[in-house]
């Protein structure tokens, strides 16, 4: 789980080309980008944001250190198979 800064920006940050507005007011629903002119619904633009940060966030797990290569596990493997035995009626 990926937690956001509360004052993360993320419906004033364009999710196409990643220009922040400084000024949004809370009653501005529907904006355009000055920068690239993307059209964006405030609230689908901040969950793509979040989305993306997220996920920009998580990336370094994916690599030798996060993958759990050369880590120890908390519980010894079974040394022998284990097979279910059946007790006939």
Request: proline residues 4%; aromatic residues 6%; glycine residues 8%.
């Amino acid at each position: 789980m990926v937690v956001a800064d509360r004052f993360f920006a993320s419906s004033k940050i364009c999710s196409c080309c990643g220009r922040k507005l400084e000024q949004l007011p809370l009653s501005v629903r529907n904006w355009m980008c000055p920068k690239c002119g993307a059209e964006h619904v405030r609230d689908v633009n901040a969950a793509i944001n979040l989305k993306n940060y997220a996920v920009s966030s998580t990336v370094s797990a994916c690599g030798k250190e996060g993958s759990g290569s050369g880590r120890k596990t908390g519980v010894k493997p079974a040394s022998v198979k284990q097979e279910v035995s059946f007790v006939p009626v």
